[in-house]
């Protein structure tokens, strides 16, 4: 069995993929706990596009809510709020609203929705900056959502552009755990442009 934490920022599409892959496939067999990292906190002091500058904004504003929620209800409460704000924003569509999608998803895992007002809240942002530093002390150096760490391993991603077919998801995550426990083994990576797709592939070919 593998200790499994998964570092992510709640508003990081790649992370809802591989969070939601994670939990899936794990089963009994592991144990795994999200934990809070913050784009946010990651970027400050670096120049954002215009382009980004929504993304940090959301990753702020939102990152404060979960800070409130971890600080009345404790680390439990993660990743059931979690869970149930990421169906509400991935996929992202061009009206989705962030303070509904936040009321509604504390709303739904019986959370107080007086937590909205956390998302305005600057009061929050230290207790942020811990967790996220708590993200990158994992990794052991400066990486983005998500950052995974297997029995104490840190490694940046597994970032996956879209969720593995059913009859992959188990050796993918086997595959996953073999890497992490070879000691000489550091990072595996290539190029990927655009959104994640939320569907698994209809074949696996």
Same mark, same amino acid.
């Given at each position: 069995?593998?200790?499994?934490?998964?570092?992510?920022?709640?508003?990081?599409?790649? #992370?809802?993929?591989?969070?939601?892959?994670?939990?899936?496939? +794990?089963?009994?067999?592991? !144990? /795994?706990?999200?934990?809070?990292?913050?784009?946010?906190?990651?970027? %400050?002091?670096?120049? /954002?596009? +215009? %382009?980004?500058?929504?993304?940090?904004?959301?990753?702020?504003?939102?990152?404060?809510?979960?800070?409130?929620?971890?600080?009345?209800?404790?680390?439990?409460? &993660?990743?059931? @709020?979690?869970?149930?704000?990421?169906?509400?924003?991935?996929?992202?569509?061009?009206?989705?609203?962030?303070?509904?999608?936040? #009321?509604? #998803?504390?709303?739904?895992?019986?959370?107080?929705?007086?937590?909205?007002?956390?998302?305005?809240?600057?009061?929050?942002?230290?207790?942020?900056?811990?967790?996220?530093? #708590?993200?990158?002390?994992? @990794?052991?150096?400066?990486?983005?959502?998500?950052?995974?760490?297997?029995?104490?391993?840190? &490694?940046?991603?597994? /970032?996956? !552009?879209?969720?593995?077919?059913?009859?992959?998801?188990?050796?993918?995550?086997?595959?996953?755990?073999?890497?992490?426990? !070879?000691?000489? &083994?550091?990072?595996?990576?290539?190029?990927?442009?655009?959104?994640?797709?939320?569907?698994?592939?209809? %074949?696996?070919?």
């Amino acid at each position: 069995m593998a200790e499994i934490d998964l570092y992510v920022d709640p508003i990081c599409p790649f #992370a809802w993929v591989s969070a939601r892959w994670l939990l899936d496939s +794990a089963g009994e067999q592991h !144990t /795994v706990t999200l934990r809070q990292m913050s784009l946010a906190v990651l970027n %400050d002091g670096q120049t /954002v596009d +215009a %382009d980004h500058q929504p993304m940090i904004t959301r990753s702020r504003r939102i990152g404060r809510v979960f800070a409130a929620t971890g600080k009345r209800h404790g680390r439990d409460a &993660f990743t059931p @709020l979690y869970l149930a704000l990421g169906t509400r924003l991935h996929p992202r569509g061009p009206h989705t609203d962030d303070d509904a999608a936040v #009321a509604a #998803a504390l709303s739904a895992t019986g959370l107080d929705p007086a937590l909205t007002a956390a998302l305005d809240d600057a009061d929050y942002d230290a207790a942020v900056a811990i967790a996220h530093r #708590a993200s990158q002390t994992a @990794l052991g150096g400066r990486g983005g959502s998500p950052i995974i760490a297997v029995d104490g391993r840190g &490694f940046s991603g597994p /970032v996956l !552009t879209a969720p593995p077919h059913p009859s992959r998801a188990a050796d993918l995550l086997h595959a996953l755990l073999t890497a992490a426990a !070879t000691p000489g &083994f550091a990072a595996l990576h290539r190029p990927y442009q655009g959104p994640p797709a939320f569907t698994a592939p209809e %074949d696996d070919r």
